[in-house]
């Protein structure tokens, strides 16, 4: 955005006006200045119908340059009312799937400022004690592999990765206690590359916390159901790979292994190709995945041999005597 300077601080009296450092700093907080007005105008424009669908589109597309845009957003009246309302009104189009591209957009414009919202220190937990995710799932439950479709939910992702990608306990309560495992689960299995891989750091994400983890492996049914998605996934990853994707699917199996029940169950689930050198060349360029992986096959081998001496040590309990 061009600032005009006051002629005091023209290029024709260089030494005449305010000391330069000065002058930029009255420039910078002019700017600013006009950032903010400009934003505030535009987060007004979201309570007119007939201004919304522009406005969201240029405040989605500038929300990087509007600081503080979160608490904004939040604190307008009616503006949180005003998004939710975008989301609502494309539920009908879900099922039967019918959403066309123009409305997909409009909606992942609304989807990208909650996002923000969902990003910002301010705003966070407001925006969790208002349980706006759950507006959000009849997304990610979509089986339509259409582009607005797939753009629909790897923007819902989007805005869940916002909430967990600050390490936050209360976070992963919260989600913890809705459907959000089988919601990513799903996209893990039939999404396109991007979504499984938002997706996955998600569930990685839920992995790292500890109330995440006691959850996952609280009972055989959700380690399971976890373990096979991540299975079916490394065998696609062995036709297709992807070394993004495949680093986060490394990670969960390794936080998994964190919990002795759990490595003990990974000492007959854990795909062989993961064991063997599959993916050596597609993780060439990556020592902190291959590490990881490393560390992973240790873990389940320690389980093994672990559980091979206590069925030894049972055995001569029983016998009464050593066991050669």
């Not at 990608?165 to 459907?179: A, G, H, R, Y």
């Amino acid at each position: 955005m061009t600032v005009n300077l006051p002629q005091s601080v023209s290029l024709n009296h260089p030494f005449d006006g305010p000391n330069p450092t000065s002058a930029s700093a009255n420039a910078a907080q002019t700017n600013k200045d006009r950032k903010m007005a400009s934003a505030e105008q535009l987060v007004l424009e979201l309570s007119n119908p007939d201004l919304r669908e522009n406005a969201l589109l240029d405040l989605s597309k500038k929300r990087e340059i509007f600081q503080d845009l979160a608490p904004l957003l939040w604190n307008s009246f009616g503006t949180i009312a005003a998004l939710l309302q975008e989301i609502v009104s494309i539920y009908p189009v879900l099922s039967p799937p019918t959403l066309t591209p123009g409305a997909s957009n409009r909606v992942c414009n609304a989807l990208a400022l909650l996002q923000c919202v969902a990003s910002h220190p301010d705003t966070r937990t407001l925006f969790l004690n208002a349980h706006i995710p759950l507006y959000l799932y009849p997304f990610l439950n979509t089986t339509s592999k259409t582009r607005p479709f797939e753009y629909l939910r790897l923007t819902s992702l989007g805005v869940i990765g916002a909430l967990v990608k600050v390490d936050d306990t209360e976070v992963i309560s919260f989600l913890l206690s809705t459907e959000i495992i089988p919601l990513c689960l799903r996209t893990m299995e039939m999404g396109s590359e991007l979504s499984k891989t938002v997706a996955t750091f998600i569930v990685q994400k839920i992995l790292l916390d500890d109330v995440g983890l006691r959850y996952i492996c609280a009972t055989a049914e959700r380690f399971f159901a976890v373990g096979r998605v991540l299975g079916t996934m490394v065998q696609s990853l062995a036709e297709q790979p992807s070394p993004r994707l495949l680093k986060h699917i490394i990670r969960c199996y390794l936080r998994l292994s964190d919990n002795p029940r759990a490595c003990e169950a990974l000492r007959n689930c854990l795909p062989e190709m993961l064991r063997d050198s599959t993916f050596n060349s597609c993780l060439r360029d990556d020592p902190t995945t291959k590490r990881w992986l490393q560390q992973l096959v240790h873990n389940v081998a320690t389980a093994g041999r672990v559980a091979a001496l206590q069925s030894a040590g049972g055995l001569e309990h029983m016998l009464g005597g050593s066991v050669v």
